[in-house]
């Protein structure tokens, strides 16, 4: 079949300082929107140069990969937060709060990409990719024992409110002619760690593959809201990409005829940077008429991969899965939250430069 895109990208770009520190300083909204703007048209402006079909802001109107919705539905309280351990890449535990706690019914107030759409639409070079979180990201963050069970009973009913938001939004992204979708779905990592399946049973007090199996329903019904003809739709799945950090280490073994063969996405965005992320077997899985995009650059270390290391490593991954369905982008975005990934911007755009050149080698 022919695959569209084989050179991908995850989205999110590094921030330059100038834009942190006017957002950090609250520059005045006018100021703020302009300098995005500059910014947004330089990040479209360099994706064409490096070859690339598929455009992205660079995530650069947002704090975070999922701030949109925080954005955009009212019953957030963004002052409150749940400390829990998170860096799994440092020997240390260190403890980090993510800022969001729903306190009240939940209400869709405009579409999550109301401030990004308009301008990509206007500005972009070519087919417009859009970034939206999974609904299954903010039952694990956003539910807080003794404030969100006084308005929802437990993290489902949670969950399902949020699945109506995304599936209106991205229907709304479908109907206004955005040809790739993507959904950026973090958790499903916690069923392919022991330490994290242990803690959604006793955090989330459910059993984990009962979760699983709710977690892929809940963004399939994003998924067919957002089916039409010429949409792409896909789902991003990394084991976190906070500031280089990660949380959550494991082969997709343990996960893979349930994900690959149950999700209704078209395009699957998988991490392979380092060893935390498994052997390529259990791509044997994944349905012969889907593609796999084999996130081999790593956006956490500034070191450039070498292209003939990269090449090598997509044809280990074809003795499983069909070199002709296959595509290649980094392992995540360069900058889940706002203050980025530890490289710098020359470094980013070497990376994905390299990331067209090995797709231009693989399948020429």
Same mark, same amino acid.
């Given at each position: 079949?022919?695959?569209?895109?084989?050179?991908?990208?995850?989205?999110?770009?590094?921030?330059?300082?100038?834009?942190?520190?006017?957002?950090?300083?609250?520059?005045?909204?006018?100021?703020?929107?302009?300098?995005?703007?500059?910014?947004?048209?330089?990040?479209?402006?360099? =994706? /064409?140069?490096?070859?690339?079909?598929?455009? #992205?802001?660079?995530?650069? !109107?947002?704090?975070?990969? +999922?701030?949109? $919705? %925080?954005?955009?539905?009212?019953?957030?309280?963004?002052?409150?937060?749940?400390?829990?351990?998170?860096?799994?890449? =440092? /020997?240390?535990?260190?403890?980090?709060?993510? #800022?969001?706690?729903?306190? !009240?019914?939940?209400?869709? +107030?405009?579409? $999550? %990409?109301?401030?990004?759409?308009?301008?990509?639409?206007?500005?972009?070079?070519?087919?417009?990719?859009?970034?939206?979180?999974?609904?299954?990201?903010?039952?694990?963050?956003?539910?807080?024992?003794?404030?969100?069970?006084?308005?929802?009973?437990?993290?489902?009913?949670?969950?399902?409110?949020?699945?109506?938001?995304?599936?209106?939004?991205?229907?709304?992204?479908?109907?206004?002619?955005?040809?790739?979708?993507?959904?950026?779905?973090?958790?499903?990592?916690?069923?392919?760690?022991?330490?994290?399946?242990?803690?959604?049973?006793?955090?989330?007090?459910?059993?984990?593959?009962?979760?699983?199996?709710?977690?892929?329903?809940?963004?399939?019904?994003?998924?067919?809201?957002?089916?039409?003809?010429?949409?792409?739709?896909?789902?991003?799945?990394?084991?976190?990409?906070?500031?280089?950090?990660?949380?959550?280490?494991?082969?997709?073994?343990?996960?893979?005829?349930?994900?690959?063969?149950?999700?209704?996405?078209?395009?699957?965005?998988?991490?392979?940077?380092?060893?935390?992320?498994?052997?390529?077997?259990?791509?044997?899985?994944?349905?012969?008429?889907?593609?796999?995009?084999?996130?081999?650059?790593?956006?956490?270390?500034?070191?450039?991969?070498?292209?003939?290391?990269?090449?090598?490593?997509?044809?280990?991954?074809?003795?499983?899965?069909?070199?002709?369905?296959?595509?290649?982008?980094?392992?995540?975005?360069?900058?889940?939250?706002?203050?980025?990934?530890?490289?710098?911007?020359?470094?980013?755009?070497?990376?994905?430069?390299?990331?067209?050149?090995?797709?231009?080698?693989?399948?020429?």
């Amino acid at each position: 079949m022919p695959v569209q895109y084989r050179a991908d990208h995850i989205g999110s770009l590094l921030r330059p300082a100038d834009l942190l520190a006017a957002r950090a300083g609250g520059s005045e909204s006018g100021r703020l929107r302009s300098m995005e703007d500059h910014y947004i048209l330089r990040a479209l402006a360099k =994706q /064409k140069e490096l070859g690339f079909q598929i455009y #992205t802001d660079g995530e650069l !109107r947002r704090r975070n990969f +999922m701030s949109e $919705l %925080t954005d955009a539905v009212d019953g957030f309280d963004l002052e409150d937060s749940i400390a829990r351990d998170w860096d799994a890449s =440092q /020997k240390k535990p260190q403890v980090a709060s993510v #800022t969001g706690i729903v306190n !009240r019914k939940l209400k869709r +107030m405009h579409s $999550l %990409t109301e401030r990004e759409l308009p301008f990509l639409r206007l500005h972009s070079p070519g087919d417009i990719k859009v970034l939206v979180p999974s609904p299954t990201q903010f039952p694990a963050i956003a539910f807080k024992r003794g404030v969100t069970d006084k308005v929802y009973k437990d993290h489902s009913a949670l969950l399902w409110d949020v699945v109506e938001i995304i599936k209106q939004d991205m229907a709304q992204l479908a109907a206004e002619g955005v040809k790739y979708i993507q959904m950026d779905a973090p958790r499903y990592s916690y069923y392919l760690d022991p330490k994290w399946r242990a803690w959604i049973k006793q955090e989330m007090n459910q059993d984990p593959e009962e979760a699983l199996d709710e977690a892929i329903a809940a963004d399939n019904a994003c998924f067919d809201a957002a089916r039409r003809p010429g949409v792409t739709v896909a789902i991003h799945l990394c084991r976190g990409n906070n500031r280089s950090h990660w949380y959550a280490e494991g082969g997709y073994d343990a996960i893979a005829e349930k994900l690959f063969g149950s999700l209704r996405v078209d395009r699957f965005l998988l991490e392979y940077d380092d060893e935390r992320a498994g052997t390529f077997e259990p791509l044997r899985l994944v349905p012969k008429d889907k593609v796999v995009v084999l996130g081999l650059i790593t956006t956490k270390k500034a070191q450039l991969e070498k292209s003939d290391e990269v090449l090598r490593r997509i044809h280990q991954a074809a003795k499983y899965f069909p070199l002709e369905n296959m595509a290649i982008s980094p392992q995540c975005g360069f900058a889940s939250t706002a203050e980025g990934n530890l490289l710098s911007e020359d470094e980013q755009w070497a990376k994905l430069k390299l990331v067209v050149n090995t797709a231009r080698r693989a399948w020429h």
